[in-house]
């Protein structure tokens, strides 16, 4: 079974800098896409960062230039390193992997996974 844990999450003044990491772990194969989405009180959950297997990344034009997505391959880990936090950046973060399985001898089709959120409240 495939979990994905986040952490870092917290209270943060604005301005301050904040670093989440996301784990997944499980009988993993492979893992392709990785993303951070945010959703705020009352509104969808909308993607914030998203990072490929070889390195491409995705921003929302809101957090380019603040908001930094890595990823670890080796250990499944996906990190988003955010700077100069803003209040409208509040919400709950939720990790995204797009990853394969193993399934006995055979492998999965490819499946999405998410974490269960950490929440990021930014004061003024």
């Known amino acids: 079974q495939v979990q994905l844990v986040e952490s870092g999450g917290g209270l943060v003044q604005a301005g301050e800098s904040r670093r989440l990491s996301c784990k997944a772990s499980?009988?993993?194969?492979?893992?392709?896409?990785m993303a951070w989405y945010r959703q705020g009180s009352g509104t969808e959950r909308d993607l914030v960062a998203s990072?490929?297997?070889?390195?491409?990344?995705q921003y929302r034009d809101s957090v380019r230039g603040r908001f930094t997505i890595t990823r670890d391959n080796i250990r499944n880990r996906v990190y988003l390193q955010m700077n100069n936090l803003k209040e409208a950046d509040t919400g709950t973060y939720y990790c995204?992997?797009?990853?394969?399985?193993?399934?006995?001898?055979?492998?999965?089709?490819?499946?999405?996974?998410w974490g269960r959120g950490t929440r990021i409240t930014v004061s003024p």
């Open positions: 990072i490929t297997t070889d390195g491409t990344t």
């Open positions: 499980g009988s993993i194969f492979g893992v392709h896409k």
């Open positions: 995204y992997a797009n990853l394969q399985t193993y399934e006995g001898s055979r492998l999965s089709s490819q499946t999405d996974y």
